[in-house]
């Protein structure tokens, strides 16, 4: 995969993690009635993308060395 795939790639997928957490989140905070899976997921959603964060900043500096 070439870079610039793989960057525009991996930021899509760290931003819709990151979206779809929040969302997640937020319905869980909202909704008097969710249980604690849209919670948990939410919270797993974004730390998902923190990590494919810390991945991708990872291979950019790996790649500048």
């Avoid at 793989?6 to 819709?16: E, F, W």
């Amino acid at each position: 995969m070439n870079g610039k795939l793989y960057k525009t790639s991996m930021t899509i997928a760290i931003l819709v993690l990151g979206i779809a957490g929040i969302a997640f989140i937020l319905v869980s905070i909202l909704d008097e009635n969710a249980s604690r899976t849209f919670l948990t997921f939410g919270l797993l959603f974004v730390a998902l993308g923190n990590v494919l964060n810390l991945i991708r900043i990872h291979r950019k500096e790996k790649a500048g060395k």
